[in-house]
């Protein structure tokens, strides 16, 4: 390099003397004020063209990729010390470029490789003047301009293969450019014979120093990448923008652009005007303008399709001055460390909301923006207002609004506006807001719903549409979705009007008149419980009326037709099957079984009486067990309870005496009533003689006041004790027997025979006297029981 300190040019006169190196001069000062203007108003770099462009040879190639032959189309580029390298024709990749990397493994896997292209140039057209050739450094007709392809294996190639750029006789490197990620290094500390020198990034430096000999120096342009198997040195295809990446293009330095016409354009030269506007079209997006730095414009900025601003950076909005005023106003992307990303708009601090409104509003108005219409602000206090128009979501069907999150929100279903709460919901009226629960703030709690589904409400529900509300279950108060079971209320003139009406199933069950009456299969009750009736079956059914549950009830049923139209039925079912009727806090009449008892709660016949009664009309076909008071006179027998204590089976009409054993149970309503103790009569003239089995078991159980758990497994009968009787046994073969005859014991077991006259009686021996007559044999007779 030589050490410029001036830059001469020649200055002819007449008559000078000119020589080859005056000639040289003038070639250098024209060569290097050129290549001065290319690294000053200009950078180094691709001008034009240079592509590396791949086609498919049907070479053999590893699975799944295909053989290509690449060229480097025609183009130009200016190196860092400005100089031109032009390619006129299509030049390709030879395997003598990559011949310094192969590798002899054969599963050698494919490299990505790298193509440079770099200034050269040689001399030609050597001089025929042997005495030139002696006395000339160069003794060359002629300088050449080539270029050289390069490969390179790595994108950044150690040592570095481009020669210093000279300044002031210092040899300088160009710094590199600092990740786009980090912060921008300082610039690197200049050397002290060059302390004012700073290179630029970009390497294009017109007030270097060239070299006298183009031949020595090296820049390397990078052209871009390809793929190359190093052992067989078959170049592969890759994707046409992965080839042509990497590339350095040459610029543009000045500090202003004049655009005489008033309009300044910035296209791809391959790209048609207008842009193509097929999406698919390599050209469709046009040129990508990346600005590092700044950017003020004083009018106005039109995107046709969209603009850039990268994160980190703010689109600001300034007042008239230029300054933030006192409500800084911006726009900036913010990502999320975890993924995703906010568009931020900044509208101020909310420091004095009263009096300094801070707002994002939206409008509509003229294009001068002379009477703008807001119909929505976003104010910095944290509220947005509609003033005019509606918020619409379209026909979309979601939770619309979130309101605390996803479990407090209101939304539309098909055919539905929902409502949904976290836990409650609440209607208030006046007051304001309480973050307390239930709370209105001052004004009125109007209605209430819990997370239970429990409604309350605080005045009047008034269910009522006009001309509608005729009775039946629509309009008025439902259960449940198409429900048929609800209540309502004519409001017309119709049945039941102002009433309230039940349905169940859309039919109408029970009805309450304004008065306060209530109908049950009636709209028009006219007591204070009508029930319609017809439920007659108290076999098959429950009724009209049952008190009680499952198991033990009581059920009412009316006829309302057929043969047994008006019969009433009342009947107590389950448990003891007891109808017990009567006054103040006594029971007086029971039914049981089909038997009834009047002051007797357990009727063991058919009219079970417990106490006197007194009969005024016919008394017939009864057996009674206690005194009886007629008038005008008497019928029947006396009957009373035993025991057998005979071990043996008894039966109708059997003579029983008195057993050995005292009697020890009781019965009657306050346990007054010994059972009799008895067994088969088995000898004559027994004066233990008590009567005559009427029934050898009846229902211990249905006693008054019997406790049957001490009868040890004893049947307990009854005997006629008084009174005329149909059936007694009787041994003829004694002597025979006629009517008015006096009846003893007799030794047959369980007979009666006639009284021997000839022996003395003892008291109490006598039975009775015979009602019927046998002449012979063993038979039954009535009799009249009188013991004497």
């Known amino acids: 390099m030589t050490n410029t300190t001036d830059i001469e040019r020649l200055n002819y006169y007449e008559g000078e003397y000119l020589g080859a190196l005056d000639f040289a001069a003038e070639q250098e ?4 004020m050129r290549r001065r203007h290319n690294v000053g108003q200009h950078t180094w ?4 063209g240079l592509d590396i462009v791949q086609f498919p040879n049907g070479g053999a190639a590893p699975s799944g990729k295909t053989a290509v032959d690449i060229y480097i189309r025609p183009g130009m580029a200016v190196d860092a010390f400005g100089r031109e390298i032009v390619v006129f024709s299509a030049a390709q990749l030879t395997d003598d470029l990559f011949a310094p990397y192969y590798d002899p ?6 490299k990505t490789m790298y193509v440079w292209v770099k200034y050269q140039q040689q001399f030609s057209q050597p001089s025929t003047d042997f005495c030139a050739s002696q006395s000339t450094v160069n003794p060359f007709g002629r300088v050449q301009e080539n270029y050289q392809l390069i490969i390179t294996a790595t994108a950044s190639p150690s040592p570095d293969p481009d020669d210093p750029i000279v300044v002031d006789g210092t040899n300088l490197t160009v710094p590199p450019e600092p990740s786009v990620s980090s912060p921008a290094p300082a610039p690197p500390t200049p050397s002290p014979s060059a302390a004012s020198i700073v290179l630029p990034y970009d390497g294009s430096v017109p007030y270097q120093e060239f070299a006298t000999d183009d031949t020595t120096a090296t820049w390397l342009i990078p052209l871009g990448q390809v793929s190359w198997d190093p052992h067989s040195g078959t170049l592969l295809q890759i994707p046409a923008s992965l080839a042509n990446s990497g590339r350095h293009y040459a610029g543009n330095v000045s500090a202003a652009i004049c655009a005489p016409e008033g309009s300044l354009t910035i296209q791809d030269r391959f790209a048609p005007t207008p842009l193509p506007t097929d999406l698919s079209d390599p050209h469709y997006n046009g040129v990508a303008v990346d600005l ?9 900025i039109t995107a046709e399709q969209g603009e850039y601003l990268y994160e980190h ?9 230029g300054h933030d005023g006192d409500t800084p106003l911006w726009i900036e992307r913010n990502s999320n460390s975890t993924g995703g990303a906010d568009l931020h708009i900044h509208i101020g601090d909310n420091s004095d909301p009263q009096n300094k409104p801070q707002r994002l509003t939206i409008g509509y108005g003229p294009a001068d923006g002379s009477s703008e219409t807001i119909v929505m602000d976003v104010r910095a206090d944290g509220n947005v207002d509609i003033p005019k128009g509606a918020l619409s979501f379209g026909a979309q069907k979601a939770q619309l609004l979130n309101l605390s999150g996803t479990g407090y929100g209101i939304g539309v279903q098909t055919g539905t506006l929902f409502s949904r709460s976290g836990a409650n919901f609440a209607w208030y009226v006046g007051g304001t807001y309480s973050a307390n629960k239930g709370d209105p703030g001052g004004g009125l709690l109007a209605m209430g719903l819990d997370s239970f589904g429990d409604l309350s409400v605080n005045a009047a529900l008034n269910l009522d549409q006009a001309n509608v509300n005729n ?10 979705a198409g429900s048929g079971e609800g209540i309502a209320s004519n409001r017309q003139g119709n049945q039941n009007q102002y009433g309230l009406d039940f349905y169940t199933g859309f039919a109408k069950r029970m009805s309450i008149t304004q008065s306060g009456l209530v109908g049950i299969g009636t709209s028009s009750p006219d007591s204070q419980l009508h029930l319609t009736g017809g439920a007659w079956d108290l076999t098959n059914s429950e009724g009209d009326l049952k008190i009680g549950n499952a198991a033990l009830r009581l059920k009412f049923g009316v006829a309302l037709g057929g043969a047994g139209a008006g019969d009433g039925r009342i009947r107590a079912v389950g448990g003891t099957n007891r109808l017990m009727i009567g006054a103040g806090t006594n029971d007086t009449l029971t039914i049981q079984n089909g038997n009834v008892g009047i002051g007797n709660i357990n009727p063991a016949f058919a009219l079970d009486v417990n106490g006197n009664a007194n009969i005024s ?7 009674l067990s206690a005194t009886v008071l007629t008038a005008p006179f008497k019928l029947g027998c006396v009957a009373d309870f035993f025991i057998n204590r005979d071990g043996g089976s008894i039966e109708r009409g059997d003579v029983v005496v008195t057993h050995p054993k005292p009697a020890a149970t009781y019965y009657g309503l306050d346990g007054s009533i010994p059972l009799v103790e008895v067994q088969l009569t088995d000898q004559t003239h027994d004066s233990r003689v008590c009567g005559i089995v009427e029934d050898a078991n009846v229902d211990a159980t249905k006693l008054q006041g019997l406790d049957v758990s001490k009868l040890d497994g004893a049947r307990v009968g009854m005997m006629v004790t008084l009174g005329a009787y149909a059936y007694c046994k009787v041994d003829a073969e004694v002597a025979p027997i006629a009517p008015g005859d006096l009846l003893v014991t007799s030794s047959t077991k369980g007979y009666a025979q006639k ?3 000839a022996k003395r009686p003892s008291p109490g021996a006598i039975i009775g006297k015979a009602l019927g007559s046998l002449t012979s044999g063993k038979g039954k007779i009535p009799i009249f029981v009188s013991h004497q």
């Open 755 to 757: 009284f021997d006259a």
């Open 45 to 48: 770099g691709i001008v034009s």
């Open 471 to 480: 009775g039946t279950i629509s309009p008025g108060l439902t259960f449940g």
């Open 292 to 300: 590092e730095g700044a950017l003020i414009v004083k009018r106005l």
């Open 105 to 110: 493994n054969p599963g050698a896997t494919p």
């Open 313 to 321: 950076y703010t689109l600001r909005f300034m007042d008239s001055s």
């Open 617 to 623: 009309g016919t008394l017939s076909a009864v057996v």
């Open 29 to 32: 000062y024209h060569r290097d």
